[in-house]
């Protein structure tokens, strides 16, 4: 008869063999997307050993980096039957797949930017995106609209503050609005444009001013748009230009400048893509670093974007949507739409300087100083360290530097040190001090929430396999003296859907590079003479392609941090920076990337591009000054 005590035993032994069957049994099991897009390739993943057909079709198995068995499948109208057989024939499993139309896939990022650019509500623009995207992903019925609902905070936003990158650049923003308080309250930004009104004396040497400072904090795209914004808005308040205007000078003085340049936080990324994108190409055996380099005169929208900044300076004159708000802001009134309570609190200028107080420049320039130094020396330390005992370049060391981690360090040594050198001016009390802090912080709050939103529905589109669908949909149709402009205008376009110029770049260089060497050896020109501009092009098409749609989208985060920076409403530095993005990349791609497929060297189709940009701003712009009656503005 059965003890008690023998049938814990037997069943001990029992769950103890499960458990270590559990891993084999979990190896026979179907591994399918959640989503399948109708006539785009997804992946299946099965155990080793095992036979996979679908619809009675056999499919090939390889194995994958983590040793896993990889298949590559496509569904179209109508459902589909997957079968997993073991070694012996025998039927283990059976799934009957279903896809959704490929366009879909789009409905929420475009449903998002439409609501954005025509209601001017971004938060509730970015929600109803999350929540389109979840409805469509979980099969568009009235329960899945609930379940959407559900997981628009608990899966979406919840994942896109928990990734350690998104909180540095969280941290990074809130430590940064703290400094910028306190500076404001202690006279230090108020004794910066003190000092600067000494050799700035109009609106032309006031941009100017500010696109130079662009260029020079060149080692990072955020670190470049918050202090220069936070540096130059009161200056340009006071002579009457429009902070949409500042806006976009920092915005294309950001991103363009941190792709281009070789001591960037952007280069490791970009030359890790392309060393990945290389790793699947045999005979292609240049280092990824140099692949890069040879990239660079074919990225031509970052340097004409630049360019066309001071193109506009030069010559002072402005048209569109930018034109309207210069001429708003030297007749005295509002150089942004009037904002909605909630909107009001990044409105910074409203800390302002306590009164009866030195005025020293001293105590914005130096923690800015602090924050710049201890950036780079962390980007270097920490690119040192990854590298490890060896004779590396500069350029390496940068590139291999943890960008998130030296902004942090950055932006903390230069709050302490606002923090220091104001108690010991003895210019506010600790409380004060703190205060101030605190609503400079709060002065972030709703950037950082419709930031956190836009990564929020970044993962939405990943989840719906946006990037995949618009890949798949250009890539076949694609030739060699199209390749550059098709790689361009893809990336461009998906970038403005997504909102994410890195994402699409870590989408886009593994898929289109050795897609791009394909189409190159099909016609017999890969590693010749007359195919490698095309390939070094359309490498650039994808880095070039992702800042492009990045500055014309307004769920990019170098668009929101340009115009939180700036003080410029989110809304309204899209529409006036899109006429001049749109027109620098239409000249990009057709005098760059559609020229140089065709023969043409880069060099000529650069010239040929800036000689366009300065004709149509000779033709379709204007001075505001010429139109609006106005005492010369002077700055107190």
Not at 469 to 480: K, R
């Amino acid at each position: 008869m059965e003890t008690p005590k023998r049938r814990l035993w037997l069943t001990s032994l029992l769950l103890l063999l499960l458990m270590a069957a559990g891993p084999l049994l979990a190896d026979d099991r179907l591994s399918t997307p959640g989503l399948i897009l109708q006539g785009v390739g997804f992946e299946i993943e099965v155990g080793a050993g095992h036979r996979l057909t679908l619809d009675g079709q056999p499919l090939t198995l390889t194995e994958g980096e983590a040793g896993q068995w990889l298949a590559e499948a496509t569904l179209g109208e109508g459902a589909g039957v997957l079968e997993l057989f073991d070694a012996q024939g025998q039927l283990l499993e059976r799934q009957e797949l279903s896809a959704i139309p490929a366009w879909l896939s789009l409905v929420p990022a475009l449903t998002a930017i439409g609501i954005a650019l025509v209601f001017r509500q971004v938060i509730v623009a970015l929600f109803l995106g999350i929540l389109l995207g979840g409805w469509i992903y979980h099969g568009m019925s009235a329960g899945a609209l609930f379940t959407a609902f559900n997981e628009t905070v608990s899966v979406h936003l919840l994942e896109a503050a928990s990734d350690s990158e998104h909180m540095a650049v969280v941290l990074f923003c809130l430590l940064i609005g703290g400094m910028v308080g306190i500076i404001s309250r202690n006279g230090g930004t108020q004794g910066i444009a003190a000092r600067i009104t000494c050799y700035v004396h109009n609106r032309r040497q006031a941009q100017a001013t500010a696109g130079l400072l662009g260029l020079a904090i060149f080692f990072d795209d955020y670190a470049n748009a918050l202090i220069v914004g936070n540096t130059m808005r009161n200056i340009f308040d006071k002579l009457r230009i429009s902070r949409a205007k500042l806006a976009y000078i920092v915005d294309c003085t950001a991103a363009p400048v941190s792709a281009v340049l070789l001591v960037t936080t952007w280069i490791g990324f970009q030359v890790g893509l392309i060393q990945q994108a290389m790793s699947d190409i045999d005979g292609w055996n240049e280092p990824a670093y140099t692949v890069f380099i040879k990239s660079l005169p074919y990225n031509f929208y970052p340097f004409l974007a630049v360019a066309f900044v001071f193109l506009l300076l030069w010559s002072r004159r402005d048209f569109g949507p930018m034109l309207v708000a210069e001429r708003r802001a030297l007749a005295g009134q509002a150089s942004r739409s009037p904002m909605t309570p909630r909107e009001a609190v990044v409105e910074e200028a409203e800390i302002e300087t306590k009164p009866g107080i030195p005025l020293r420049a001293t105590n914005a320039v130096i923690p800015m100083l602090v924050l710049v130094a201890f950036t780079i020396g962390g980007i270097y330390t920490t690119g040192s360290a990854e590298l490890g005992a060896g004779d590396h370049g500069i350029q390496d060391i940068f590139g291999e530097g943890d960008a998130f981690a030296a902004m942090m360090w950055g932006s903390l040594a230069a709050c302490i040190t606002a923090v220091v050198m104001t108690m010991a001016q003895r210019l506010m009390t600790m409380s004060e001090t703190t205060h101030y802090w605190f609503e400079g912080v709060k002065s972030m709050l709703l950037p950082l929430t419709i930031l956190m939103m836009a990564w929020a529905l970044a993962n939405v589109n990943a989840s719906l396999g946006t990037s995949d669908f618009l890949i798949a949909a250009l890539g076949e149709a694609l030739s060699p003296q199209w390749l550059p402009a098709a790689i361009f205008t893809l990336a461009a376009f998906t970038a403005f859907a997504t909102g994410s110029s890195w994402g699409v770049m870590g989408i886009m260089m593994p898929l289109t590079v050795p897609l791009a060497w394909a189409v190159l050896e099909l016609h017999g020109l890969a590693g010749t003479a007359e195919g490698m501009p095309l390939l070094y092009a359309s490498v650039a098409g994808v880095l070039a392609g992702a800042v492009w749609g990045d500055h014309c989208s307004p769920l990019a985060e170098s668009t929101l941090l340009a115009a939180m920076a700036s003080g410029c409403d989110l809304i309204e530095h899209v529409r006036t920076q899109l006429p001049y993005a749109l027109l620098v990349g239409i000249v990009a791609l057709l005098f760059g990337s559609v020229a140089v497929g065709h023969g043409v060297s880069w060099w000529l189709g650069l010239i040929v591009g800036l000689i366009v940009l300065a004709l149509a701003l000779r033709l379709l712009g204007k001075r505001a000054e010429d139109s609006v009656a106005e005492t010369r503005p002077a700055i107190a």
